[in-house]
């Protein structure tokens, strides 16, 4: 059987792949193919808000035939291996398929396994996360019911996509507790792993103080090697040695790795920790130019964000024409952002490119600083500028 071939094939049917394909198509690319196992499409930003008791998950789910372009050959399968030599990939389904370029985008997955007894507590009341659909309600019904003890809000550093947002169900959480008159029964400890709460240093302050107004226990450089879900206590690796604690609810931004399919198709390096091996200004593959990989699958040296993908995706647009005629090729310069509730009202925007520059979208005002309408921007415009126009391809 002779596989089918298309001039672009995009694997991965998120924000990443779909608004690459409504790029490619408007920019005048013939044959544009689609590799999408999954019916349902999340617009995965407001998966925090479902966790903190703001949004449900209608509000953020849409069918994927409702947002694949309509001139898009659409594989309902997942990949199971690329072979960049034949420029084939292999499906679930048996199928093959051939690609004149192939862009990677299927995001990254949970990786349980980093943490001992993590996947165990999540699947009881006492433990949650944001990061899984399925699990973003139970986030806030295990938060909202609890009126004392001990909360624990653990935010890895490993690959986890905008692990700032990670801390949306804790401010949305402590709004609630101290508006239902709880907070001074409730001790809060926030662990992350890295050194900031987000990447620049303004927003780190920021956020401080927003925890201290809560009364939230902050400890950076801190990580949890161990969860024991029938005694709920987490055990620790800090710069200081180890440490046990506690929890009576427990949130995590979980350590995320790369699907397996990537490394066992020597699409990794010895450096890249199992993820796509790119220039991170081109994201064209070191090793076989027609391969480009984008989003959280991608070795881009910054933190992912969907605001990031606003820029990477003009960016291997460009490329993929460009390089067939060897003409210059853009270059993406790190730019990320993480939007961060510090209450039920008020978030803030922490922009910063790969050196951890400020870059902020617009001069004035000050969007470093927590803003309610920041906060309305981010819970109720962002969506509709998502499903209207960033995924047809008209924002770059």
């Known amino acids: 059987m002779i596989a089918p071939r298309h001039r672009v094939v995009i694997v991965g049917g998120g924000n990443a792949g779909i608004s690459l394909a409504a790029k490619l198509l408007r920019s005048g690319c013939p044959d544009v193919a689609l590799v999408e196992p999954n019916e349902v499409h999340h617009y995965r930003p407001l998966l925090s808000y479902v966790a903190g008791g703001a949004a449900t998950l209608d509000d953020l789910r849409r069918p994927q035939v409702d947002v694949v372009p309509a001139d898009v050959h659409w594989y309902e399968d997942r990949v199971t291996a690329v072979d960049p030599q034949a420029s084939v990939i292999r499906l679930a389904g048996g199928r093959s398929v051939g690609y004149g370029d192939l862009v990677l985008c299927p995001g990254s997955e949970v990786d349980w396994d980093a943490v001992p007894g993590m996947r165990e507590a999540v699947a009881t009341p006492h433990a949650s996360t944001s990061y899984l659909p399925e699990h973003a309600p139970e986030t806030w019904q295990m938060l909202s019911t609890l009126t004392s003890g001990r909360a624990v809000f653990v935010i890895s550093d490993r690959h986890v996509p905008c692990s700032p947002v990670g801390l949306k169900p804790l401010f949305l959480a402590a709004g609630h507790w101290c ?117 959280d699958v991608a070795t881009v040296d910054t933190s992912p964000s969907g605001g990031a993908l606003r820029k990477q995706v003009p960016v291997v647009a460009h490329n993929i024409p460009a390089a067939l005629v060897g003409g210059t090729l853009r270059h993406y310069d790190g730019y990320t952002v993480a939007p961060v509730t510090t209450s039920r009202h008020e978030l803030l925007l922490a922009e910063h490119n790969r050196d951890e520059h400020e870059e902020p979208t617009v001069p004035f005002p000050d969007l470093v600083r927590p803003r309610r309408s920041l906060y309305l921007f981010d819970r109720y415009v962002e969506p509709q500028v998502y499903w209207h126009r960033l995924l047809r391809g008209k924002v770059s």
Request: a neutral charge; zero cysteines; hydrophobic letters at 40%.
């Open 179 to 295: 508006a239902t008159g709880v907070l001074d029964t409730i001790t809060i400890d926030l662990l992350v792993e890295g050194a900031r709460l987000a990447g620049t240093a303004r927003a780190d302050r920021e956020l401080r103080a927003a925890a201290d107004d809560y009364g939230v226990r902050v400890r950076t450089g801190t990580a949890v090697s161990r969860v024991e879900p029938a005694s709920r206590t987490l055990h620790l690796r800090t710069a200081h040695g180890t440490d046990t604690l506690p929890y009576d609810a427990l949130y995590v931004a979980p350590p995320h790795r790369a699907p397996a399919w990537v490394a066992a198709s020597g699409l990794a390096s010895a450096g890249s920790d199992g993820f796509v091996d790119v220039d991170p200004q081109t994201l064209q593959h070191r090793a076989h130019p027609r391969v480009w990989a984008l989003g």
